[in-house]
């Protein structure tokens, strides 16, 4: 029987958990016409809590209704993608071209043989902007049943200028009565960029959603479903699977196909024990910090990372102003990187001057890696003596 459970960036789980009022929010805006605040909407949130996930869902959601759905990611040249998927451009033609033959040449009976040959070249063709390339498109639909969904995904500050292109089309189309939607999603620092330009300020009308953890009945009631058939668990397994999840979206997908994987690999076949779900479980740890953990540290600057090294000491919260001491700056450097951390959802607030890991198993892998016996280190050359008071620099400020 097949694994139900697939924990790859973007795929749509079986049971989206946790995500129901969001979809069916946005499938009241399509019924409910043009104008509809639903249709324009962003989604922000940490990795994997399953921002691509929700664009797929949405995009599913309005093609039940008849519409066109076009799907793209925020790196450079997206405007131009989107123009041309929407015209179904296609930028070349055939200039030339020779059948193949087959002939004699001379007395020696020699064979000739020519496959033949194609020239192409590429087509020169007025370029319509993307609200010229919606408008065309809508006029072939019938709006008063279909619309064009544009999902775009990855928002990033690098790609301003096209942002701003975008979110200008957006509203004069809108303006215009058209019958269109648009999803962004992006990280919450990316996304906060986004909306704080002051030549977008159309943007910030838009429905914002920040996907979080899902609740842990949520969980517990996704796994009954996908345990409950041909393949079946203990209440006491589900339990523990639910609990090692810490309703981190991607995890749930990580937990449940590793459990379902080992229960196989131990020959349990029709049942997942408590063996297969310790196993499943160390697993989905260790591939969600090869595939979440590791690609959320690579952006960030090194002072955050070592924000999170100076936590990671800790087995539970932190006090603020000992992980400043441990990385030998003052309250107000550590404060820069602390607020960065919050806004990126891989640390919380717990307290006056008290943060923990927001994202499950990070300070685990920060320590695995290598960074607990590193930062023990510093903390035992530090002495608990005189520690500097130097400010973050601007460039340090600058870096996100």
């Known amino acids: 029987m097949p694994n139900p459970f697939k924990p790859t960036a973007g795929r749509i789980p079986p049971v989206l958990v946790g995500r129901e009022e969001i979809i069916d929010d946005f499938d009241y805006a399509i019924t409910d016409g043009v104008g509809s605040p639903g249709r324009l909407m962003f989604l922000t949130g940490a990795r994997g809590v ?76 007025r370029s319509l902007t993307l609200r010229q390339a919606v408008g065309a498109r809508l006029d072939k639909m019938n ?8 999902t775009l995904d990855e928002v990033q500050s690098g790609t301003m200028d096209e942002i701003r292109a975008l979110s200008t089309a957006v ?29 977008i300020t159309f943007l910030q009308r838009a429905e914002r959603h920040h996907l979080g953890s899902v609740p842990a009945e949520k969980v517990l009631e996704a796994f009954e479903e996908s345990f409950g058939g041909e393949k079946k668990a203990g209440m006491e397994t589900l339990i523990r699977l639910t609990n090692a999840t810490h309703g981190y979206p991607f995890m749930i997908q990580l937990v449940g196909y590793w459990a379902w994987r080992m229960s196989e690999t131990n020959g349990h076949g029709e049942r997942v024990t408590d063996e297969d ?36 000491v800790d087995d539970g919260v932190s006090n603020t102003g000992e992980v400043a001491r441990r990385m030998n700056r003052s309250p107000q450097f550590g404060n820069v990187y602390r607020t960065m951390l919050i806004e990126n959802d891989l640390i919380e607030p717990v307290g006056y001057g008290e943060v923990t890991f927001k994202m499950p198993y990070l300070r685990d892998y920060l320590r695995e890696h290598g960074a607990y016996l590193q930062m023990r280190e510093n903390i035992s050359e530090l002495g608990g003596g005189e520690v500097s008071e130097s400010k973050p620099s601007e460039g340090e400020l600058g870096e996100h």
């Open 50 to 125: 399953g921002k691509t996930v929700m664009l797929d869902a949405l995009g599913e959601r309005a093609r039940q209704h008849g519409w066109e759905v076009v799907n793209e990611s925020a790196d450079h040249g997206f405007t131009k993608r989107l123009a041309d998927a929407l015209t179904g451009k296609d930028t070349t033609r055939i200039s030339a071209y020779e059948m193949p033959s087959l002939g004699a040449n001379g007395t020696l009976g020699n064979i000739e043989l020519s496959l033949g040959r194609v020239e192409l070249e590429r087509k020169e063709e």
């Open 143 to 150: 709006e008063n049943k279909q619309g064009i969904l544009i």
């Open 171 to 199: 509203q004069h189309l809108i303006r215009e009565g058209r019958n269109i939607a648009f999803v962004f999603a992006g990280l919450p620092s990316a996304v906060n960029d986004v909306l704080s330009d002051n030549a």
């Open 277 to 312: 779900a310790v196993q499943g479980i160390e697993k989905a740890r260790a591939k969600l910090g090869d595939m979440v953990h590791a690609p959320a540290l690579r952006g960030l600057p090194a002072q955050a990372i070592n924000y999170l090294l100076a936590m990671s």
